[in-house]
Structures are given as C-alpha cells and as structure tokens.
C-alpha cells in the first residue's frame, strides 16, 4: 500500500494523531513560556541565579528524549505511562530556549534607553514592563519558535510512552517495516513544523516595533 | 543651601576605587543656566547622573531643591528633573506622542490632560502634532528627535533640566536654531538648567555662566563675559576654539 492509499484509507485516525499531537506541543509549550519567561526575566535580575538556570536548563536539553521519557515514568506525580509524563519532558526541553533567549532579549537592549528610562523616574517595574519586555518580544518570540517546532519534532517520540501523536504511526511503521504507515506520521509531522515555524514568524515580525 | 536649586558640597565620586570627579563645590541657584564645559572624559556626564540619583556620591553631598541624593527617593527625584541625552535618548518602539507623555503617564496623569500636554509641548518645540505624534522616533530627522528629546523632559513641568549634548548630530545652521529656541524656553520657563556639551559657542551663547571641567574639578567658573576675558591657560586653550 502507498503512503496515499494508507492516509487516504485512515484518514480519520491521521486527523485525531494529527490534532492530539498538536494539543501535546501546544500544551508543553504554552506551560514552558509560562515558566520560562518568568524564570528569563529572573536571571536578568539576578546575577545569582543565571548560572544555575541556564546550567540546569542546559541540562535537560542534552539528555536524549527517549532516555528523558524513559526517567521520568517512575517519577511519582508527573511520571507514570501517558500524555501527563510526556508533556512534563516535552516542557523540559523548551525551557531552555524560552528562558535564554527572555534573557538575550532583554540584556540586549540598549544600555542608553535603559539609561534614558532610569533617568526619567522609571522604577524597575515600569522599566521591564514599558521599556525591556516591549523591546525584548522579537527576540524572545524567536525562542518561543524555536521551542515549538523542537517540541514538534520530540512529541513523536511521546507515542513510546504511551502519549498518543504522530509518533504513534511512525513506531508502527518501523515495527511493520512498512514505509508507508512512517510517513503518514513523519509528513503530517513535518508539516506541522513548518506551518508552526511560519506562523510564528508572521507574529513575530507583526511584533516587532521595528517593522512599524 | 535654601537658595541653590542645586548644590555640590565636597562631593567627590569614585568608581571601583578609581577616583572620577571632585572634590567639588558648586552652587546653582534657581533659573540659572549653567553650562558645564570639558574635554571627552573629564566628568561632565558624571556630574549630571550625581544630580539625578543615578550615581550617589562616595563623598560629600549633592543637593538638590534643598535635599541630598541620599535621602531622596530616587524615582521621585528623577521625576522632578527633565533629562535630555543624545540621539538615543528617546524609547524607540514609542511613538512620538508617548515618548513625550511618558513621565505625565508614570504620574498617572488622565489620558485626556496628557493628550493636551503632548499637544502643548509639540507645538512649542516646533514640530506639528498632526504629523508627528504618531511617529516612531526612527522615522525622525536627528534634529527632530533633539525636540522631542527636550519637549519630553519638559513634560511634567520639572523645575529642573539637565541635558547632556542634546544637540550633538546636527548640522550647525539646526544646531544654531535649536540654542537659539532653547535659550529662549529655558528662560520664559524659568527652569534651573545643567547643560553639557564640549562646543565653546555652544556653551557661551547658553549659558548665564560657564563651568569649565577639567579630570574632575572645576578649573574655571564665571560668565560667558568673564571666560572671553580670562587669562586662565585652559581657559585660553577652549578659546582657541572659538
Ligand atoms: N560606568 C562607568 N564605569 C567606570 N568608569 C566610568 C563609567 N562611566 C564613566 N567612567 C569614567 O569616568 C570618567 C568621566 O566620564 P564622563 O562620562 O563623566 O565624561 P564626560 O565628560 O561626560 O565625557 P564625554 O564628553 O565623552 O561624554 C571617565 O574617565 C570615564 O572613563
Ligand atoms: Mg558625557
């Protein structure tokens, strides 16, 4: 059977893999901006803090997904066989991104404008808020995109644990050795990534004060 | 110390144990001018981020409307001081309108009053608000950017303005202009003003008296009148310049 036949033919269930393994990058993603922006902004506060964040996130990245998945399933509360301990290792790996390129963002703003807002009686709130964050959104979007399409790529892998997506698919195929049933996870999969990737971009170029 | 807007008292700064300013004593009483003049390097800047907190002495006082540094709150401070610096001064993804309604809009002034006061301003420093308001500071010319720069800072009516080469990247016929309606709004205004800059015509045309820096000290201090006729050798060397 060809890779069309098979995803004509199955349809239906490429559609639900295609949606669940979007609500699991999604889902992953959405908690690690929520986690790692805070945690961006933290370390450029605090000169403390950076190395251990970033030392810690750093971390997190170069451990292989499959091992990462396979730790965290004895984990009480967040492992366990299912979506739940894929979305907590899917979060793992977007946060260093998310929280490096916060941080890039908003090291990187000009030491004069931060002067110029300092000087004109801006307290620290108001200077994150109406000067670093605002100046900082290209750059962290950036990082968010990056994220995303990241998070793409590992979901597939979430279907050894049991999370559902496009991966599940993709293990089948390589168990049947049947190219067909690889792609139908690995296409749909791909696409996803360049249409996440695209469409970040779009946001982030609408964003950005420059192109105004 | 009740007369002087600004007072230094033996206030000297250093940074990482390298002495950078003074001792210094300085009196500027209310609606002076007064031009601090120097080489690149010699604590103009220095100075002007000791009057608004951005610094704090490492010893003796800064005074300012009778209040050391020490013991104001430094956001109110900031407040009550109009700040000019070049070029880069203004926040880039603003608009023009918020750039210069920005300290009104900290002080939670209504949309409405602020909207009048950008107006206001805007037309004082010459540029249209029609066509000008909602404009990105890069979309400006460099003596553009200078007005807004000045008719920020005067926003909330700060009885005070320090302004450090405003109008350094323009081309002199500009300049010329903006010395010229500056002296002016700085007068009828009656603000006590700290002008940096390192052009001599600059600093005799603005200021009611001119301090000239040197590594740190004050090394010659008096009227424009006074620094044409003094017999000072540095003093004589800024001169050469003219
Ligand atoms: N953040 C800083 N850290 C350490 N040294 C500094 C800092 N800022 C300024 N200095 C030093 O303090 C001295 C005075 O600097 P300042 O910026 O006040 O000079 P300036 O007169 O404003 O010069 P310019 O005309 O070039 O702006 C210089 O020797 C400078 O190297
Ligand atoms: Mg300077």
Not at chain 1, 151 to 172: C, K, S
Not at chain 2, 183 to 193: E, G, H, M, S
Request: charged share 20%; aromatic share 6%; net charge positive.
């Amino acid at each position: 059977m060809s890779f069309f036949e098979f995803v004509l033919q199955n349809r239906g269930d490429v559609w639900f893999r295609t949606v669940e393994h979007l609500v699991l990058v999604g889902i992953s993603t959405g908690a690690a901006i929520a986690i790692g922006v805070p945690l961006g902004i933290g370390i450029s506060r605090s000169a403390r803090l950076r190395a251990p964040v970033l030392g810690v996130a750093n971390v997190f990245q170069t451990i292989p997904s499959l091992a990462l998945f396979g730790f965290l399933i004895p984990v009480p509360f967040v492992g366990g066989i299912g979506a739940r301990t894929a979305i907590v290792a899917l979060v793992l790996y977007a946060l260093l991104p998310i929280i490096r390129n916060t941080y890039a963002g908003i090291v990187g703003v000009d030491p004069a404008v931060r002067e110029a807002a300092r000087g004109m009686g801006m307290t620290d709130a108001e200077l994150l808020r109406l000067v670093e964050l605002p100046l900082a959104v290209p750059v962290m979007l950036a990082g968010i995109r990056v994220a995303t399409v990241i998070g793409v790529g590992i979901a597939t892998i979430a279907a050894a644990i049991g999370a559902g997506g496009l991966g599940v698919f993709i293990f089948q195929g390589v168990a049947l050795v049947d190219h067909a049933v690889i792609l139908a996870g690995a296409v749909p999969a791909a696409l996803l990534a360049l249409m996440l990737d695209g469409g970040l971009h779009l946001v982030e170029r609408k964003l950005d004060w420059r192109a105004r | 110390m009740a007369q002087a807007a600004i007072a230094f008292t033996g206030t000297r700064f250093a940074h990482d144990g390298r002495h950078i300013l003074g001792p210094l004593d300085l009196m500027i009483p209310p609606g002076e001018t007064l031009v601090l003049l120097g080489k690149s390097g010699s604590g103009k800047t220095t100075m002007l981020r000791l009057i608004n907190a951005l610094l704090i002495p490492t010893g003796g006082e800064v005074f300012v409307l009778g209040r050391s540094t020490r013991d104001w709150d430094p956001v109110r401070l900031r407040r009550s001081i109009g700040y000019v610096i070049q070029e880069v001064g203004l926040l880039p993804h603003l608009s023009v309108a918020r750039n210069v309604g920005l300290v009104p809009a900290l002080e939670r002034w209504s949309a409405d009053r602020i909207e009048r006061r950008v107006a206001e301003l805007l037309d004082l420093v010459g540029l249209p608000v029609r066509d000008f308001a909602a404009r990105l500071p890069h979309k400006l010319s460099g003596g553009q950017r200078q007005r807004v720069g000045v008719a920020r800072a005067l926003a909330a009516d700060p009885p005070i303005l320090l302004c450090d080469e405003p109008f350094g990247a323009v081309d002199p016929v500009t300049r010329a202009e903006l010395q010229r309606e500056f002296r002016d709004l700085a007068k009828r205004l009656r603000k006590t003003v700290v002008f940096v800059t390192h052009d001599v015509r600059e600093a005799l045309v603005l200021g009611d008296r001119v301090a000239l820096i040197e590594a740190g000290l004050v090394s010659f201090l008096g009227s424009p009148n006074d620094f044409r006729h003094s017999d000072d050798p540095a003093v004589a060397a800024f001169r050469t310049l003219l």
